[in-house]
């Protein structure tokens, strides 16, 4: 299984989804202010094209907000 997400729902849930490899890792989470804008319609709940982000981090984007350790 890949790495997928869905856009935040009408009450602001959504998901994201890492590989089974990612078990027992530490994945750090980040923000940027930037738009990217996507060659299909952002749903609510459905499926984000990850195409269309920038493989590796700005370096003015704010990094290591949150970090979690995945159960493994």
Known sequence: ??????????NGTFQLVLPSSAKGLTVKFWEDPRQFFSTTGATPGKAVNLSIYPASLPSDAPQNLATYTIPG
């Open 1 to 10: 299984m890949s790495f997928r997400a869905t856009w935040p729902s009408t």
